[in-house]
């Protein structure tokens, strides 16, 4: 029965558009150079798309109140996170798993106060699964980055763009499609 309900999920569009749109944004992003700076507004774009297509989505306008919302979130997620990431080594070795441990932890937590938007997008919607699925969605990402980085070559150079974009397409695909049934749960009758 559960299995079903998976199937159904993946079937639907807007569900596919919150997995894929998000990934499809960053590969446009390291396409060129200086477009990563516009990956959250792209993100969120993504996002709000993927919301208009939910079958229960009523006012889906709401999402872009959440863009300078999440901008202003991550930057006092990474102003507070930074800290306590080097005061407690977590992880202890290159700079760059540290830096991508920051941003993405950030970015998770900072999309936590969405919940809020999405009570006025969905109008049954159930408090908690998005701040739930969120924090899933981090760990999930975390774990998978770690095991591509440490248990496979996935060397990281700087003219590298090929493994730094398959370096994120796993753990992404992973963390939308944990936050994409979170919301789905969330939005339910």
Known sequence: MKNNKI???VSQKWYRMWVILPILMY???IAGEGLIYYFPILLVAA???SIRFHPLSEHSGWWWAWLLGSIFCYLIACKIFSPVITYLGVPPDYSYVKNVTL???S????QMPAEIVLMLIFPQWRFGWWIFGNSLAAIGWMGAFLV???????PYSVGDRFTFF???IGPSILGNAITGYFLDIGSRE
């Open 103 to 105: 941003y993405i932890l």
């Open 27 to 29: 590969g446009l992003c």
């Open 148 to 154: 591509l980085y440490y248990f496979t070559p996935f």
């Open 107 to 110: 970015f998770y937590i900072s």
């Open 166 to 168: 398959w370096g994120f």
């Open 47 to 49: 996002q709000f798309i």
């Open 7 to 9: 199937i159904d999920l």
